[in-house]
């Protein structure tokens, strides 16, 4: 069973900034391995995520605000979040696509919340 493993959120100010961790138990090379949030009421949206060519999506609300990396090694994945607005709050899940029974199966964490004060 794979785990994934989110850590990092808290309580900022508007315009503070927060690194969130993702540990997976198993290898992210090579695969898609990313950050998504769901505010109350609202369904779960993309915020940004390595594709399995290693390229980049990010949602155009914090492009320019939130960078997303990776360490292989560690298979682990960080979102480096600046410049933080209240509209950010959510809770923050992250999500990996691993190959399994023939095809692509993802896993998801239990989350963790970020609340920015205005």
């Known amino acids: 069973q794979v785990q994934v493993a989110e850590s990092g959120g808290g309580v900022v100010p508007a315009g503070g900034s927060l690194t969130l961790s993702c540990v997976v138990s198993?290898?992210?090379?090579?695969?898609?391995v990313g950050w998504y949030r769901q505010a109350p009421g609202q369904l779960r949206e993309l915020v940004a995520e390595f594709t399995s060519d290693a390229s980049i999506d990010y949602a155009d609300s914090v492009k320019g605000r939130f960078t997303l990396s990776k360490d292989n090694d560690k298979n682990t994945v960080y979102l480096q979040m600046n410049n933080l607005k209240p509209e950010d709050t959510a809770g923050y899940y992250c999500h990996v696509a691993l190959p399994a029974w023939g095809g692509v199966h993802g896993y998801w964490g239990l989350g963790t919340q970020v609340t920015v004060s205005s």
């Open positions: 198993a290898s992210i090379t090579k695969n898609r």
